[in-house]
């Protein structure tokens, strides 16, 4: 567990590398917060039996300068605080109030809130979501002209290496090139770290929800979401 939290961090990391970097000094930066957040709901368990329920309402205040910059890739800052928060509750045995939620407001400074949300029917997916909701996969690998079938399910792994849920066996695909983790009865695909890079639609992602009709290529390997 230890490990994948490191990931998530070093993710989070790259997310604010270079220019962008300079405006998450700490204790802004979103390794710190993720942190922050921990800590937060740490102080705020309610024990029933061996059940320790913690809240899954969290809202993140960033001074108006910051909040204006993150916002421009908060899917990619907030999916990987979800993953970080997630990660982190399992190890400790928490169980959420109900589905996390993670959202970024203007502060005089920076500070975590931590509530109970209680779960509306539908809260976790749109009418349209429902519509698009991804169930299975279609692997085609161009260059071995072959053709596979998986159901989509919660965690499936990506890359060269032959542990992978999908093998990709081609020298352009990282060992541990891509994952597909459920998040709120939604499905985020996330690259981690590859060489090459991971296509969603024909465009470069960090990490991106996925829906029917979408299609994942790495190397030269398609993966079609139906």
Known sequence: ???????????????????????????????????????????????????????????????????????????????????????????????????????????????VAAENKAAEEDIALTDEEKQNRPSNLIIVDMENKTQSYIPLSADITIGRDLSSTIVIPSNSASRNHADIRKIDDRYVLRDLNSTNGTLLNGKKITASRIKVNDEILIAKTTIKVI
């Open 1 to 111: 567990m230890v490990n994948i939290l490191k990931t998530i961090e070093d993710k989070l990391s790259v997310l604010v590398e270079g220019a962008f970097d300079r405006t998450f000094t700490t204790p802004l930066h979103p390794v710190e917060i993720a942190k922050k957040i921990t800590s937060s709901l740490d102080d705020s368990i309610t024990v029933n039996g061996q059940k320790k329920s913690v809240p899954n309402y969290i809202t993140i205040l960033m001074p108006e300068e910051v909040e204006e910059r993150i916002v421009k890739i908060a899917p990619e800052v907030i999916e990987q605080l979800k993953l970080y928060v997630t990660a982190d509750a399992k190890e400790k045995g928490y169980t959420f109030y109900g589905p996390l939620e993670i959202v970024i407001e203007k502060g005089s400074r920076v500070m």
